[in-house]
């Protein structure tokens, strides 16, 4: 994984401070301007998007390959990608404590992410592809548009929260749309809450398309769930 610094340094190209000022003001500094037209100012130039042509394998924390492409499906035309428009919101949707859901949420949710995983593998909102956002996105499967040298990351940076915020909310509008009801809400994870100190057990019922055999029994109930934890299990009782 890239650090953030040095990705700072291969993107944002050396501007001498003094330059900056002129180009603030005066006719020096305005044919200063015209010659750095395309140069950033500032050191903290924002992140570009990804070059979506770009993607290739992706790499796991460690450095090691993720075994399988998580290269997204593109649109025909890249050039004339429509802008998302949000739609009239009329009423508003509460994200349940996901210790404490109902039964009926329970099939309502399941219901959902089983229409998901049913889809057609390439479809663009099968649950494969949209974990694949997270791996292309995440684990560096793009790189910066215009600096093909340098992989796209938006953890590390300010792109952290409003990526993964519209990344879930896309999801939850799919799953959403998938069982008939726009008001459906993703359950959160109430960590706060001493009884949501837990993995869910929503997630740990054997054959209930929220459960994932990949997931590490050592950290369901009746452990509580170490927040510490990155990766490596050094004490597998937690
Ligand atoms: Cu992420």
């Not at 896309?170 to 994870?189: K, N």
């Not at 054959?207 to 769930?225: K, T």
Request: glycine share 6%; with cysteine; hydrophobic share 35%.
């Amino acid at each position: 994984m890239i650090q953030r610094s040095k990705v700072d340094k291969q993107r944002t190209r050396k501007l001498d401070r003094r330059n900056v000022l002129l180009g603030l003001g005066g006719l020096y500094g305005a044919a200063n301007l015209i010659g750095v037209a395309n140069e950033p100012f500032s050191l903290g130039a924002p992140v570009p998007p990804p070059d979506l042509s770009s993607c290739s394998s992706s790499s796991l924390p460690d450095g090691s390959p993720v075994p399988f492409t998580c290269c997204l499906p593109l649109p025909k035309d890249l050039s004339n990608i429509p802008t998302y428009k949000l739609p009239n919101v009329s009423k508003v949707t509460i994200r349940p404590s996901a210790h404490n859901v109902t039964r009926e949420y329970i099939t309502k949710y399941s219901t959902a992410i089983q229409k998901m995983k049913s889809l057609d593998k390439d479809d663009p909102l099968n649950f494969m592809q949209q974990a694949n956002i997270h791996c292309a996105y995440c684990n560096t499967g793009y790189k910066e548009l215009g600096f093909p040298g340098v992989p796209l990351q938006v953890h590390f940076s300010c792109l952290f929260f409003p990526f993964h915020r519209w990344y879930l909310y896309f999801f939850e509008r799919i799953l959403g749309s998938l069982i008939g009801d726009d008001t459906f809400a993703l359950p959160f994870w109430n960590y706060d809450s001493q009884v949501g100190m837990q993995l869910p057990s929503l997630y740990n019922v054997v054959n209930s398309p929220l459960y994932d055999p990949n997931r590490n029994q050592n950290h369901f109930p009746p452990n509580v769930v170490n927040l510490g934890f990155t990766t490596i299990d050094l004490n597998a009782s937690d």
